[in-house]
Nanobody
Framework: QVHLVESGGGLVQAGGSLRLSCAASGRTFSNYAMGWFRQAPGKEREFVAAIHRLGSSTSYADSVKDRFTISRDNAKNALYLQMNRLKPEDTAVYYC?????????????????WGQGTQVTVSA
């Protein structure tokens, strides 16, 4: 079992930045590929970014590429999402997710463990 807890969400103006964190516990963090997903009201949960278990490769949704950066610190059992140049359409609940193994996927069904989410609201 992997327990995930997100933090760092909040209210920010368009053009601003936020850094989300995800603290992991329970199993060896470096054995899990990790992802960030988000869900806006009335919409499906969508892929945002993902990272190899060792941090050696990453993947981003087109909508956030060049604005968001995913990273991890396996020594601290932590996952991060640096979000820059935020837009109102980035408003959503952001979730971190874990899947056993080296490689990440962009589909939510591929992930076994989820956090409770953190709200990000971007005002125009």
């Amino acid at each position: 079992q992997v327990h995930l807890v997100e933090s760092g969400g909040g209210l920010v103006q368009a053009g601003g930045s936020l850094r989300l964190s995800c603290a992991a516990s329970g199993r060896t963090f470096s054995n899990y590929a990790m992802g960030w997903f988000r869900q806006a009201p009335g919409k499906e949960r969508e892929f945002v970014a993902a990272i190899h278990r060792l941090g050696s490769s990453t993947s981003y949704a087109d909508s956030v590429k060049d604005r968001f950066t995913i990273s991890r610190d396996n020594a601290k059992n932590a996952l991060y999402l640096q979000m820059n140049r935020l837009k109102p359409e980035d408003t959503a609940v952001y979730y971190c997710a874990a899947r056993a193994g080296s490689y990440y996927y962009r589909t939510r069904e591929s992930y076994e463990y989820w956090g409770q989410g953190t709200q990000v609201t971007v005002s125009a």
